[in-house]
């Protein structure tokens, strides 16, 4: 999965999301890792979450769980 991280938000877009800031940088990591795999990891990163614009219901971290409503 190609993927970008906002470095300020610390946020991961997928690299055409219309959300992603200026400062987005490749997320090296995330290369050819499914969603399963990238969700599972920033599930341990608690200042990490994924954007709820280009990857909707894809992050189950404390703030878009409340936003959420679930």
């Given amino acids: 999965m190609d993927l970008v991280r ?7 877009h997928r690299l055409d999301c219309s959300s992603r800031g200026a400062d987005a940088l490749r997320w090296n ?4 890792k499914a969603l399963a795999q990238v969700k599972d990891a920033t599930l341990g990163y608690p200042w990490l979450h994924l954007c709820r614009i280009c990857m909707p219901g894809a992050c189950h971290c404390a703030r878009c769980i409340v936003k959420d409503g679930a």
């Avoid at 906002?6 to 991961?12: D, F």
């Avoid at 990591?29 to 050819?32: E, L, R, T």
Wanted: aromatic residues 10%; charged residues 25%; hydrophobic residues 45%.
């Fill in 29 to 32: 990591w995330a290369d050819g």
């Fill in 6 to 12: 906002n470095l300020k938000t610390e946020v991961a």
